[in-house]
């Protein structure tokens, strides 16, 4: 049971999920509920260019927040099934009565408890494993230890990708992208900061990602006619993250 005192707030037809007055956990904006509102949640979907479709067919969210990632894809793609962990019972409260999400649980299974010990369990892989798990005075704890890297690596199916949020502009940023990257035999990639602070960490351990520029922006266009998810700006920070080789991008 988490100790976080969760607040709503709504601004200029954007409704914010609080664990305290200035970390805002989630963001959904009204006349949109189903897209994806923070700029660091859209960048958390950019596994959907650096895959083949249909991906991915299974997804783990670690941290369910205010249920931004869980419902752009249970809407865009509906045959995925979606397990999300929350430790926090009212978060999944606070999510369903005001942020809209779906109460459908053969496709979305929210399952009350710790992800780290989830993860170290024996159990199904994931094509995509999204972490995205603080407190309320934005630590990720265990969320960010090597074991735990280690465990998400064992879940992930052949063209499993990792996505994790860590806090660009906080201390300990360095040491988070290269517990990732040792935990992946250096096959990882970290997005430059956005506008809020949030970078955006990548992994793969099975199938390699191997993907020229040019494919990747033909598939950000498409993906933006299909469920108005606009990647198109992520691509250049794609190109910076330090994987390009002979213009294709390799992890």
Not at 8 to 14: C, F, H, I, L, T
Not at 34 to 44: G, H, K, Q, V
Not at 128 to 150: C, E, M, N, S, W
């Amino acid at each position: 049971m988490s100790n976080n005192t969760i607040q709503v707030s709504e601004q200029a037809g954007v409704r914010y999920l609080h664990f305290s007055v200035d970390w805002i956990q989630g963001a959904m904006r009204v006349a949109r509920p189903n897209a994806l509102e923070l700029s660091y949640t859209r960048e958390m979907m950019a596994g959907l260019l650096l895959r083949d479709s249909p991906w991915p067919r299974k997804a783990l969210l670690i941290g369910l927040g205010a249920g931004s990632l869980a419902k752009f894809i249970y809407h865009n793609y509906p045959a995925t099934r979606i397990t999300a962990i929350e430790i926090d019972p009212q978060v999944e409260i606070v999510a369903r009565l005001h942020f809209k999400l779906p109460s459908d649980a053969t496709r979305l299974n929210v399952i009350i408890g710790d992800g780290a010990e989830y993860m170290l369990q024996d159990g199904e892989k994931f094509d995509a494993i999204l972490v995205d798990g603080f407190d309320k005075d934005g630590r990720a704890g265990v969320l960010d230890t090597h074991p735990f890297y280690q465990a998400c690596r064992a879940r992930l199916s052949d063209d499993g990708l990792l996505a994790v949020n860590l806090l660009g502009r906080s201390r300990g940023f360095q040491e988070s992208a290269e517990r990732i990257a040792s935990a992946f035999d250096g096959r990882s990639l970290v997005f430059p900061s956005c506008n809020s602070g949030n970078s955006i960490a990548f992994a793969t351990g099975g199938n390699p990602v191997d993907i020229s520029i040019e494919d990747l922006r033909v598939r950000a266009e498409q993906l933006r006619q299909d469920t108005g998810l606009n990647l198109l700006p992520t691509l250049p920070g794609l190109k910076s993250a330090g994987k390009l080789v002979k213009n294709r991008l390799v992890i």
